[in-house]
Every structure is written in C-alpha cells, then in structure tokens.
C-alpha cells in the first residue's frame, strides 16, 4: 500500500512493487486519473516529497506459489505488467523456469511503452543480459489499434492464434502461470486455466497458475 496525506487524511491504493527485489529504489507503475483521488496527486510529486509506504507487501504473484516448470508465462493487461517488471528481473525466475514469456495487452500502441521500455533495459543490463538471452520473450498485442501483434490473448488461446505464436497450448506437465490484470480479465484467463487441467496455487500450496487483481485508483 503506498499513497499521500491529501487534507487531513491518508489516502492509500495498492500498488504493486514494479522494481527487482535487488534493486536499491522501489519503482511503482501507475495510470494517471485526472481527478482520481490519489493518481492526481501522485503525479505531481517531486524529488524529496515523502510518501506513506505500509511496510507489509502482500500478493499472490510470487515465484513460491508456483510448482517447478519449464515454461513461465506471465499473462498482463496495462497495469498489471507491474509485477512481472520485477519477476523478469529476478535472476531466481531463472533458476526455476527454462524461458519466461510475458504477455501485455493494451487497448493502444503508446500504453504498451512501459514493457517495451524495460525488456530493452533488461537485454542491455550486462549481469541480466546473460540470463536472458533466448530465454525471455515479450508479447505486447493491443485490440483497439492494429501493431504486430493483435487481440486479446484469452482469444489467442480459445483459438489456434496461441499455438501458431507459441508453438504449443498451455500444458500442466511443464508450464506455469501468473495472471494480473482487470476482474473480468482474471476470470477469463482463470477459466481457460482450469479448462486446460491446471490447479491455482498459493504461497502454501503452490499450483500451477497464480492471479492478482490489478489495483487501479
Ligand atoms: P478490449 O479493448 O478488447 O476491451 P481495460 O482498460 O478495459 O482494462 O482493458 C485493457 C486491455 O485488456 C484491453 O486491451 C482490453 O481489450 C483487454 N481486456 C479487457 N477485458 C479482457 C478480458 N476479459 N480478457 C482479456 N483481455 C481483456
């Protein structure tokens, strides 16, 4: 949870932490509201402006929630790439999966800049760059705005698009999932999940796929 006094009162939203848990500066991802209570002050804070930080981070999508596999995809709608900037980032993400494959679907081309910005990071960083090569791949896809890749994803997997792009379908025997984006988004990807044999985990019992809400102001 972070957020600001705004009057006499704390005003406080759920974020997810976008940053590596290495890295020295926590980074947020955040949509802009013009008159949302909390976005619209956010915005303008400055450098040296202090900021309400809870310090108990909770959340579901976390590596330990999941059972060992080959294949890792990371299934976001805008905001909710957020907390996989930090699981890309994470040398452990590739200690336990072969290739990780983070998807992003926006309604337009000049959301999706936040991911793009940070995958060329990652393969220009000189320590993240060796884990990596060939084994980390971004899907961004919009659906109001053709680009080079088109639709919303649970659409690629309720047709053949997935497996032409992918090479195969979702598989319980070797791939995992985090999911984290809209309510209804959840529930679509929730479904096809289940559909395809795969069990939801937690940090108790990890399963094959996990959700997040994407918390927006
Ligand atoms: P679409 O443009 O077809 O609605 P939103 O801003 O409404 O949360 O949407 C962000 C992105 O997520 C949009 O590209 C939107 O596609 C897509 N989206 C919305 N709902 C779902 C859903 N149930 N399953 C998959 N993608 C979704």
């Given at each position: ?53 809870r310090?108990?981070?909770?959340g ?19 905001t ?6 930090s ?44 884990f ?26 309720r047709?053949?698009k ?40 937690s ?11 994407a918390?927006?102001?």
């Amino acid at each position: 949870m972070i957020g600001l006094n705004i009057g006499d009162k704390p005003v406080l939203r759920a974020y997810s932490i976008a940053s590596p848990n290495w890295h020295e500066e926590f980074e947020f991802y955040s949509i802009k509201v013009e008159d949302g209570p909390l976005t619209s002050k956010l915005q303008q804070l400055k450098e040296g402006d202090n900021i309400i930080f809870r310090n108990k981070p909770v959340g579901t999508l976390v590596n330990d929630a999941l059972l060992k596999g080959k294949r890792l995809f990371l299934f976001s709608t805008g905001t909710g790439i957020a907390p996989f900037t930090s699981i890309i980032r994470d040398p452990e993400t590739y200690e336990k999966f072969n290739e990780v494959i983070l998807f992003q679907t926006c309604r337009y081309i000049n959301e999706l800049e936040f991911g793009k910005h940070t995958i060329d990071a990652i393969f220009k960083d000189e320590l993240l760059s060796e884990f990596v090569t060939d084994r980390l791949r971004f899907i961004p896809t919009t659906t109001r705005e053709p680009s080079q890749y088109f639709g919303r994803v649970t659409d690629w997997l309720r047709s053949k698009k997935f497996v032409e792009e992918i090479g195969s379908d979702l598989n319980p025997l070797e791939d995992r999932a985090m999911i984290c984006g809209s309510a209804a988004m959840l529930n679509e990807f929730k479904e096809i999940c289940i559909e395809r044999g795969m069990e939801e985990g937690s940090n108790s019992t990890p399963g094959h796929f996990v959700i997040e809400k994407a918390f927006v102001d």
